[in-house]
């Protein structure tokens, strides 16, 4: 049995070309969550001291956020947020506790 060089060669590519990420309809939804990114791992347009991702400077930025999925936000962990979780939109971050 002989293989056409030139169709599995094109099957080949074809396969390789193919994107491995879901159609954005088929992704899930995600939302802005703020409070919650350590130092340097922000996603983009931070707020004032900060231009784009990973420049936030400190861990848990009041206006700092991260894309995470739809709906999860305020069930994560923020240390600087007054409810204790990521909030949907920047906040004032409350007071650190005197040592």
Not at 6 to 25: E, K, N, R
């Amino acid at each position: 049995m002989t293989i056409n060089r030139s169709a599995f060669l094109a099957g080949l590519l074809a396969v390789a070309l193919t994107p491995m990420v879901a159609d954005a309809a088929e992704r899930p939804a995600r939302e802005k969550c703020f409070g919650i990114s350590v130092a340097g791992h922000n996603d983009c347009a931070a707020g004032p001291g900060t231009s784009c991702a990973g420049t936030s400077k400190v861990d848990y930025q009041s206006n700092a956020w991260t894309l995470v999925p739809k709906g999860t936000c305020t069930t994560m962990k923020s240390p600087t947020s007054s409810t204790g979780f990521g909030q949907l939109a920047a906040f004032t971050a409350k007071p650190k506790p005197k040592a």
